[in-house]
């Protein structure tokens, strides 16, 4: 079964601090990994894919097969940052996705 | 494009009773997917459908079962209410033939509480 597990609820951080969103994940096949992120009052909608390997709004992430992780990360974080974030998985073909419980990134000014 | 539509916002229902949500996918889309998102979780997959028939579903019971129209439109029942079913539930859209694998369009949610 495929799983996905975000470890922190919480991450609050100074503006231009470094991000780092971790997500792990169990899947016995070859997993498509995502994040998607909603803003406070905007519905969720997706940031980044693992296969296009593109940086969006300074957000990237790697996939690391060996550690099963996909984290998100920013050299330097924005107040506009601030959301909810879910890392997701899809499951078999037809855009099913599995989400993680999600983080809530708080940037402080 | 409103995007993805769903109705209504928010509802109050009892024990044992029924429920019928709406949604109207985005334009050009073809795919409806729902998903239960209880509080302080991540969104859970229900069931997905395409060309009327269900393609896929999660791990829900049968109280749970959907629609979906030639316009693409799709509607979420759940029979038999239970205070476990209060949840935001969202609806997302895609489109089967887009290159982006993935990416869902979701509506703002349906908010059910159930006393």
């Known amino acids: 079964a495929q799983r996905v597990t975000q470890p922190e609820k919480l991450l609050s951080v100074f503006k231009g601090a470094p991000v780092e969103l971790k997500c792990n994940y169990s899947y016995s096949g070859s997993p498509e990994l995502f994040w998607y992120v909603q803003y406070s009052r905007q519905r969720l909608q997706l940031l980044l894919r693992h296969i296009s390997r593109e940086s969006i709004k300074g957000f990237t992430a790697d996939l690391n097969k060996g550690e099963t992780s996909f984290h998100l990360k920013k050299p330097f974080a924005q107040e506009e940052d601030s959301a909810m974030y879910y890392c997701?998985?899809?499951?078999?073909?037809?855009?099913?996705?599995?989400f993680g419980g999600g983080t809530r990134l708080m940037v402080k000014p | 494009d409103a995007g993805v539509t769903q109705s209504p916002t928010h509802l109050i229902k009892t024990r044992g009773q029924q429920v019928t949500l709406r949604c109207s996918p985005k334009?050009?889309?073809?795919?409806v997917s729902w998903y239960q998102q209880a509080l302080g979780q991540g969104p859970q997959f229900i069931f997905q459908?395409?060309?009327?028939?269900?393609?896929q579903r999660g791990n829900f019971p049968d109280r749970f079962s959907g629609h979906q129209f030639p316009n693409y439109s799709s509607e979420l029942n759940v029979n038999a209410l239970l205070l476990g079913d209060s949840a935001l539930y969202l609806c997302?859209?895609?489109?089967?033939?887009?290159?982006?694998?993935?990416?869902?369009?979701f509506g703002e949610g349906s908010r059910l509480t159930v006393l």
């Open positions: 997302a859209s895609s489109l089967t033939t887009s290159p982006v694998a993935g990416e869902l369009f």
């Open positions: 997701a998985l899809i499951r078999n073909a037809g855009n099913m996705l599995t």
């Open positions: 334009s050009g889309h073809d795919t």
């Open positions: 459908y395409y060309e009327e028939e269900e393609r």
